[in-house]
């Protein structure tokens, strides 16, 4: 899948006029055409030129899991024979207080991730490559027809470092937020990164007003090292430096991602240096119980010691949610994502 400047540079190579690109792309985003061959006002040999170079449809659905409470998890085969998963999780009235249509996407954008945070499975296996703006895409399309929902919130915390993958990202939120492509608002889509710096200072001087996350999960470089790698090349204070620029372009509170994990970060002082972090920065603070990875040792606290680590937060003037993660029971909440040989589908 191209962008509309990539689109009309190709057209002019194949001596098309720049019409056709607007043609294409209301058969791609709009009509959902499945095949060159649907394209029925463009000529034979140029959907024939393009189709032998640009599938349209990239990933192919391999399994969906349900869980009970109707999150689903779609396992999506690329065309190398690699998978990926895409989680689509509804809301719900129990965690937002009134029944909403909004359906959020959890997207991947790697196979695999370098990583290696300590919470995460997707990290388990290592990195294996970057998907292409066009497999970020197709996800979403894939998702809403296999649904037959309209997604209308996304988030990129699948598998994979968005940041590290960071042009064909880009691409991606061209096509995602664009009127001539998916046209979800920018708004509505939320980035979560580990934290790399430098493209943190990059994403912050796109135009759209997208969303920043951060998987923070400890308040201090001795703490956030143990689950997060990459703090060592990325401290803490740099790290927070380069929100500040972000804060500074954008009109958007950060999050703060944050696993609550027993023994490791989640002691009352942990939670003081983390509102003095959160206040410095004016950001938003999810707090999530550490969900169980199979293969990692980790245990998470219980129910009243997060809630007093929230209350403190809340006491020092942040906002803060517990979250009762969805999807829990599919390993498809947050680092949960994570090719498993799946019966019939790998
Ligand atoms: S949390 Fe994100 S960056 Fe860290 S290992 Fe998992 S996928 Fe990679």
Request: glycine share 6%; aromatic share 6%; proline share 5%.
């Amino acid at each position: 899948m191209l962008t509309k400047s990539q689109l009309a540079d190709l057209l002019e190579e194949h001596g098309q006029p720049a019409y056709r690109a607007t043609q294409i792309l209301d058969w791609i985003y709009q009509k959902r055409a499945r095949s060159w061959d649907e394209m029925s006002n463009l000529p034979t040999a140029l959907r024939t030129a393009l189709a032998e170079k640009y599938p349209l449809r990239p990933l192919t659905h391999t399994l969906t899991k349900g869980s009970a409470d109707t999150t689903r998890k779609f396992l999506l085969q690329l065309p190398d024979g690699r998978y990926i998963e895409t989680v689509l999780i509804p809301a719900s009235p129990a965690l937002y207080g009134e029944k909403s249509d909004r359906h959020t996407l959890c997207v991947s954008s790697q196979v695999g991730c370098a990583y290696g945070c300590k919470f995460c499975a997707s990290g388990l296996d290592g990195f294996t490559r970057n998907l292409t703006a066009g497999e970020i895409v197709s996800q979403i399309i894939l998702a809403e027809e296999l649904s037959g929902e309209k997604v209308n919130n996304l988030v990129f915390m699948g598998m994979g470092e968005p940041l590290a993958n960071f042009k064909n990202l880009c691409e991606a939120l061209e096509i995602i937020t664009s009127d001539w492509g998916l046209h979800i608002g920018a708004r509505r889509i939320t980035v979560s990164t580990s934290g790399l710096v430098p493209q943190i200072k990059k994403l912050a001087e796109l135009p759209q007003q997208i969303r920043l996350a951060i998987s923070l999960h400890g308040p201090d470089d001795v703490t956030r090292e143990k689950i997060m790698p990459v703090n060592k090349k990325y401290p803490v204070a740099e790290l927070f430096d380069a929100l500040r620029v972000w804060n500074t372009n954008k009109n958007q509170k950060i999050t703060l991602e944050y696993i609550l994990i027993d023994g490791v970060n989640a002691s009352l002082d942990h939670a003081r240096i983390l509102t003095k972090r959160a206040q410095s920065i004016k950001a938003k603070v999810n707090l999530i119980p550490y969900n169980t990875v199979e293969g990692l040792p980790w245990v998470r606290p219980d129910d009243a010691a997060c809630l007093r680590f929230k209350k403190i937060l809340t006491n020092g003037g942040v906002s803060a949610t517990l979250r009762l993660e969805k999807g829990h029971d599919i390993d498809a909440a947050c680092g949960q994502l994570r090719l498993k040989k799946e019966k019939g589908a790998v």
